[in-house]
Each structure stands twice: as C-alpha cells, then as structure tokens.
C-alpha cells in the first residue's frame, strides 16, 4: 500500500487546511485496510496519533483536536481527508497518513502491517 500526502502548508491562527492521503497499491492490499489514521510530528517530539478511522466509517479522535478536525474517506477514491479547523500553534508538525492492512512489509522486528506516507509539514503561525 503507498501512501501520498498533501494539503499542508501555512496557516494563521484560527484558520483551516485539509489534507489529503491518496491511496493506491495491490487492489487487494488496498481492499483489505481496517483503518486509517493521522499522525503527526512536532520537532523534539514523538509521533502521535490525531484521529483514525475505521472501514466502516467509525471515528476517533484524541482530545487536543476534539471538536476542530475531522477525518473522513472517500472509498470511491480511496483517499483520506482530515480538515483542521481553529487551527493553532500547537498543531504546527509535520502530519502522516497511516494505514493498516492485511499486507505485511518485512522488517528487523518481523512483519509489519502498517503503510506510512511520507508527510505533509503544516505550520501555524501566531
């Protein structure tokens, strides 16, 4: 499964931007994702999860972006969306589309079902 953002850039305090996580791959990896989600990274920090979403359209959302974004797929088009509104300084990092599927990748610690993109900075300024 690849993964492709995009949609961030820069934003002031208060506004919106909607990302955009285009998805393609094995039509039969593609056809087996449960989830997806948004992540992002702040600089210093670790990654963390902002909301994800599961295939049959239920939502989750950590509570620093409760009420402000939304997540959202367009199954059609196999792309994933996240709308920020009231943005704020907070939310400055560079955000990553994630998907789990029933296609694994080999790595060091044995399979991985997990399909990252490459990232999308999105900065807000005061």
């Known amino acids: 499964v690849q993964l492709v953002e995009s949609g961030g850039g820069l934003a002031q305090t208060g506004g919106s931007l909607r990302l955009a996580c285009a998805v393609s791959?094995?039509?039969?990896?593609?056809?087996?994702?449960?989830?997806m989600a948004w992540y992002r990274q702040a600089p210093g920090k670790r990654r963390e999860l902002v909301a994800n979403?599961?295939?049959?359209?239920?939502?989750y959302y950590r509570n620093f972006v409760k009420g402000r974004f939304i997540i959202s797929k367009d199954n059609a088009t196999d792309t994933l969306y996240l709308q920020m509104n009231s943005l704020n300084t907070d939310d400055t990092a560079v955000y990553y589309c994630?998907?789990?599927?029933?296609?694994?990748?080999?790595?060091?610690?044995?399979?991985?079902?997990?399909?990252w993109g490459q990232g999308t900075q999105v900065t807000v300024s005061s």
């Open positions: 994630n998907a789990q599927s029933g296609c694994a990748s080999w790595g060091p610690t044995g399979p991985d079902y997990n399909s």
């Open positions: 791959g094995d039509t039969g990896c593609v056809s087996s994702i449960s989830t």
């Open positions: 979403i599961e295939y049959g359209g239920a939502a």
